[in-house]
């Protein structure tokens, strides 16, 4: 076991570590490097903690460690690489949503008020047709 780098989160390896320690050697604030990226406030925070389960969607996690990468200009092979030794789960849906169904939606009941009201007009164009062809 010598000579095997920690893997854990926060360990010296992790990406969050790798990428806090050069977001340091920047003197780039946190709240800057969110800036920068766009990010939410508490996502460098995240990142860095390794917690990508407390992301609003942690099947982007790669995405993100990536992309905090690239801005701080941390070499992304070894970067990617201690990612994946974490084993962070690719999707966040939950079992128990459904699959929504296949049936195109209805746009309009069509009801009996609206037979009714189109009567009405058909007889009111037609008293409407007939009084003007009595007029001299």
């Known amino acids: ?5 920690v893997q854990e989160p926060g360990g010296l390896d992790s990406p969050g570590t790798m990428l806090k320690l050069a977001r340091e050697e920047q003197e780039i ?3 800057e490097a ?14 860095e903690k390794d917690d990508y389960a407390a992301l609003r969607r ?19 092979t070894p970067l990617m690489a201690a990612f994946d030794a974490m ?3 690719a999707t966040d849906v939950p079992d128990n949503i459904s ?11 069509t009801g009996l008020g609206v037979i009714v009201g189109l009567g009405l ?5 037609l008293a409407l047709w ?6 001299p």
Not at 35 to 40: I, P, Q, S
Not at 58 to 76: C, I, M
Not at 100 to 105: F, L, V
Not at 121 to 125: E, F, K, Q, S
């Open 87 to 89: 084993n962070v789960p």
């Open 34 to 47: 969110a800036d920068r990226l766009n990010w939410m406030p508490q996502y460098v925070a995240i990142i």
């Open 130 to 135: 007939l009084w003007r062809g009595n007029m």
């Open 58 to 76: 942690p099947s982007f996690a790669r995405g993100y460690v990536k992309a905090f990468g690239r801005l701080l200009g941390v070499e992304e």
């Open 121 to 125: 007009l058909l007889v009111l164009v």
């Open 29 to 31: 604030s946190q709240r």
């Open 1 to 5: 076991m010598a000579g095997e780098s």
């Open 99 to 109: 699959k929504p169904s296949r049936r195109p939606m209805q746009l309009q009941k």
